[in-house]
């Protein structure tokens, strides 16, 4: 029996890819960059001013000795003091002095100047140096900062003659070695602290990412109302959360309008179909006579057509929302697109009793549009307007422009719409009259096909209505429609 190797679950990742993992070693490298620099960069100053303070200590001793050596060449004793007892009252950072001739006779030496340097390396190494300091190491390992230079020291005193000199940079090197002790000391202190504190950091930064998550793992198909509490929260967050209710909210709304069309088509679907089935099954019930069998297939068929007006619509409004939906777009005189509806439907509004008017267009109205879905918008809103207005009223069409926005306003005298239902007469399945029953209207969506074919040519459609007064619907659209 072989056993596989466990597989980790992709919904938890691995410590690698977490953010707080990742924040938390950008924190580190961040803070020990920073300390590493400062640190670094304080030592090398450090040492730049002790190298510099060393530097002008042995600039300051030549000069002091040059200028004692031309204004007092015979003072013996100042030199005495200056070369031999001066270094001997230092107790740190001692340094010494030889005077030599043209042969290399030393003249006066710093007591214990042999002892604490090889005098012939120390020739050797100053040698073509003249006023240039040098590192070296003492006999004991200590280091030295030396120099020389061509000074008149003999008698007589000649341009051969040196001056030697040596200063102990003991002290400068323990300084350096503590401070290097000192900075090893801080970088491992730091590499353990900053790790722990930026994760700290991390996990208080990230605490609302971890919130937003945890709420949308409570949204599902049947709880939406989940809101993320963004008080508190940083504002590029606060932004993140608003956006994220935003979209629930849309979510919502959405899932809300599936749920009513859903329960609409179920409905609407559902009368047509029964009705078919139930005039079916009279007639089959007993022996018919052939006049009783055409009125059952008569009815069958008006309900078979309704039921396919009703599909038709739906996958007319289904193409309609799609992105990939493509129209065909022409220059579309308006004044005889409401002419031609008017033609169309002025049989119906006789027989119905309704004058059906079109105002005079003032100039030749045109716009970039579909003609075929411009034709269906209007009609809808004819059709609607005949079939709800009373024997001797009047549905009026017009049409205008206004700043480049095309106008179209389809009028009617009729019974009107109660002001709360007006919010959602756009609305698929929508009616006025809630008995749906097949005399009270069409299947419900005219309007929305029209609130759909003017968001398609981007434009918007708005209503207006006054019980016992009448409706007036206009249509806005861009003279050069777009998507």
Same mark, same amino acid.
């Given at each position: 029996m072989s056993l596989k190797p466990k597989r980790s679950s992709p919904c938890t990742p691995r410590l690698g890819r977490t953010l707080a993992f990742r924040l938390t070693a950008a924190y580190s490298l961040a803070g020990l960059l920073l300390v590493i620099l400062a640190t670094a960069s304080l030592y090398i100053v450090l040492r730049a001013e002790l190298e510099r303070s060393t530097e002008l200590f042995l600039a300051d001793k030549l000069h002091v000795l040059r200028s004692m050596l031309s204004e007092r060449p015979k003072d013996k004793d100042a030199l005495h003091e200056e070369i031999e007892l001066e270094s001997a009252a230092r107790r740190y950072q001692q340094f010494y002095i030889r005077l030599l001739d043209e042969h290399g006779v030393a003249i006066m030496t710093t007591p214990g100047m042999a002892e604490q340097l090889d005098l012939a390396e120390l020739a050797s190494q100053t040698r073509g140096r003249s006023g240039r300091s040098i590192s070296m190491a003492g006999r004991h390992g200590q280091p030295f900062r030396v120099t020389s230079a061509a000074v008149a020291v003999g008698t007589p005193a000649t341009d051969s003659?040196?001056?030697?000199?040596?200063?102990?940079?003991?002290q400068e090197e323990e300084l350096l070695a503590r401070y290097r002790l000192w900075f090893w000391g801080i970088l491992l202190t730091t590499s353990v602290l900053f790790p722990v504190v930026g994760y700290r950091i991390a996990r208080h930064g990230i605490r609302?990412?971890?919130?937003?998550?945890?709420?949308a793992r409570r949204i599902t198909s049947t709880n939406l109302r989940e809101r993320i509490e963004s008080e508190g929260y940083p504002l590029e967050l606060a932004l993140l959360a608003g956006t994220f209710n935003e979209m629930l909210e849309r979510l919502e709304e959405s899932?809300?309008?599936?749920?009513?069309?859903? &329960?609409?088509i179920a409905h609407d679907l559902r009368t047509?179909?029964?009705? =078919?089935?139930? #005039? @079916?099954e009279v007639a089959l019930a007993r022996a018919r006579t052939v006049d009783e069998y055409r009125d059952v297939l008569e009815s069958s068929l008006e309900e078979a057509v309704r039921l396919s007006e009703l599909i038709g619509d739906l996958l007319f409004l289904a193409r309609a929302e799609s992105p990939l939906t493509e129209w065909q777009r022409e220059n579309v005189n308006i004044g005889e697109l409401l002419t031609t509806v008017r033609d169309y439907y002025e049989a119906s509004a006789t027989e119905a009793g309704v004058s059906l008017v079109v105002n005079d267009v003032a100039e030749p109205l045109s716009a970039e549009l579909d003609r075929s879905l411009m034709l269906r918008a209007v009609s809808n809103l004819v059709s609607n307007a005949i079939a709800h207005?009373?024997?001797?009223?009047?549905?009026?069409?017009?049409?205008?422009?206004?700043? &480049?926005?095309?106008?179209?306003?389809?009028?009617?005298?009729?019974?009107? =719409?109660?002001? #709360? @239902?007006?919010?959602?007469?756009?609305?698929?399945?929508f009616r006025v009259d809630p008995s749906r029953s097949q005399t009270s209207g069409g299947t419900g969506l005219g309007l929305a096909i029209v609130q759909s074919i003017l968001t398609l040519h981007g434009g918007s459609a708005e209503i207006a209505s006054q019980l016992g007064r009448?409706?007036?619907?206009?249509?806005?659209?861009?003279?050069l429609a777009t998507r």
């Open positions: 003659d040196m001056v030697q000199i040596a200063i102990d940079v003991s609302p990412v971890e919130e937003i998550a945890a709420t899932f809300e309008r599936i749920s009513r069309f859903t &329960a609409d047509p179909v029964n009705n =078919i089935r139930g #005039e @079916a207005t009373p024997p001797g009223g009047t549905v009026t069409m017009a049409a205008a422009i206004e700043n &480049a926005v095309i106008r179209i306003e389809v009028s009617d005298t009729g019974a009107g =719409i109660p002001v #709360e @239902a007006l919010p959602r007469v756009f609305d698929r399945f009448g409706t007036r619907v206009r249509l806005r659209m861009p003279t």
